[in-house]
């Protein structure tokens, strides 16, 4: 890479966040964040601005959904190649090509499309760019944790989250102003441009080492399969040999039972409470996230003042709780760092319930944004920190679109109700309520703490 040519002080180069594989995540997190808001936020503005109800626009957020079901197309983009493309970039990076070119065209296509006259075309555009987005995520994550080793996943983590929150400044503020300055065509049309950036930082970085995918020779593979086939053996064996030696059947083993097999190997039954913490860690902040420009917008404030406090100086905030927790990471326990997280994500969301009940105050709304946006940079930060111990790097993308599908899997879909319940509730009732779902995840919390301090009396 470019940066490892570069001639600096052994106390710089040594620097954790400076180290080429930690620096690239800079790029790809930048591609990563870029169509989020696009299909999400932003997209919830030009519904609005094109006369959509808000409950329509809450529904809509069920676009974000793609994110949450990567995971059953995560095999695939594992274990797969693309043809051609695999061959002259790698695995990993053909098919980050792939999605970032198509994610490319599809803001474009959504800037060809009226809101008002064709909004079921304009939401097909979108759930299409949804998709390559999450795809584009599965590949990236299984970049950053290949490429580095366990001490650096902190701090690939923050970076990755600095570059994710600077394409949101862009799809954010950026797109606000260009749209208030110009139109929504305008904006969407420079951001699929945008997309360049990601596309020339895939190119630029090494396709990181993976393990070579070999079908059938595991212990655990041989396992599965026995299990699976177990109901043949006696009455058809010739039957269970001839499906044993199938490659469609070796590749199903691999890449769909495997990696959930193993983690169930792995954590026992404490895996459930796991994937229950996991489903409830960001709840609270992504239902409450799904309004807030809306909620922008209903107290007054203009789409200049939403892009420069919000999407400016709050994304700044989530990059520098990000890498406060990146830090936190390596010198504190993970589980206390989530604990801590969680706890300041249920605190500032609190704070959107009063600023709801007070006149429009652009200090406060300062205030506010500043506080909820560095807890949510802090516990995302870790969150991402955690998800890499959890890794079996065998199975890399796949557990870990996993995880990143659960963590946002309840939230989007709670959240696709957050228009039906601001007009029923109010807004201060509906930011208690967001506030509340993150009591769950502090209580799992506490449960695999405990986890962790019987573990250690056995040993």
Not at 85 to 104: C, D, E, V
Not at 390 to 402: G, K, P, S
């Amino acid at each position: 890479m470019i940066l490892s040519r570069i001639k600096l002080p052994d106390s710089v180069r040594n620097f954790v966040y400076f180290q080429p594989e930690v620096f690239r995540m800079l790029f790809l997190g930048f591609s990563a964040g870029l169509p989020l808001l696009l299909v999400l936020g932003t997209l919830s503005l030009l519904l609005k601005d094109a006369g959509i109800s808000r409950s329509e626009i809450g529904f809509a957020s069920w676009i974000g959904l793609a994110y949450s079901i990567k995971v059953f197309w995560s095999p695939i983009v594992d274990n797969f190649k693309l043809p051609i493309l695999s061959k002259l970039l790698g695995k990993r990076k053909s098919w980050l090509l792939f999605a970032q070119i198509g994610i490319a065209i599809g803001l474009y296509m959504i800037s060809q499309t009226d809101a008002g006259t064709d909004t079921q075309r304009l939401v097909i555009f979108a759930l299409i760019t949804a998709f390559l987005s999450a795809t584009q995520d599965i590949v990236i994550d299984a970049f950053r944790v290949e490429s580095n080793d366990d001490k650096k996943q902190g701090a690939a983590a923050a970076t990755y989250i600095m570059g994710y929150r600077i394409g949101m400044i862009v799809a954010g503020a950026g797109a606000l102003k260009l749209a208030a300055s110009f139109d929504w065509e305008v904006s969407y049309q420079i951001m699929a441009i945008c997309m360049g950036v990601g596309i020339l930082g895939g190119l630029l970085s090494p396709e990181p080492p993976h393990k070579k995918q070999v079908l059938g020779e595991t212990e655990l593979e041989k396992d599965i399969s026995e299990k699976v086939l177990r109901p043949l053996a006696k009455r058809k064996a010739g039957l269970k040999q001839k499906i044993e030696s199938l490659t469609a059947f070796q590749y199903f083993v691999k890449a769909i039972l495997s990696p959930f097999v193993d983690f169930f190997q792995r954590y026992k039954w404490w895996g459930l409470v796991i994937i229950a913490f996991i489903l409830s860690f960001r709840v609270s902040d992504i239902v409450l996230g799904v309004m807030t420009n809306v909620f922008y917008d209903d107290m007054g404030f203009t789409k200049d003042e939403i892009a420069d406090y919000s999407k400016i100086y709050g994304v700044i905030m989530t990059i520098l709780g990000a890498f406060i927790g990146g830090y936190v990471v390596n010198k504190v326990k993970i589980l206390w760092c989530l604990l801590w997280g969680i706890i300041l994500v249920i605190l500032t969301n609190l704070l959107f319930a009063y600023m709801a009940s007070q006149p429009k105050d652009v200090g406060f709304l300062i205030a506010v944004i500043s506080a909820d946006n560095m807890a949510g940079g802090f516990s995302m930060g870790v969150l991402m920190a955690y998800f890499a111990t959890l890794i079996n790097q065998e199975f890399t993308a796949t557990q870990f679109a996993l995880y990143t599908s659960l963590m946002t899997l309840t939230g989007k879909i709670l959240g696709g109700y957050s228009g039906v319940n601001i007009d029923n509730w109010g807004y201060p009732m509906f930011f208690t309520y967001a506030a509340s779902l993150g009591i769950p995840a502090l209580l799992l919390i506490l449960a695999l703490l405990y986890r962790e301090k019987t573990l250690k009396q056995q040993e």
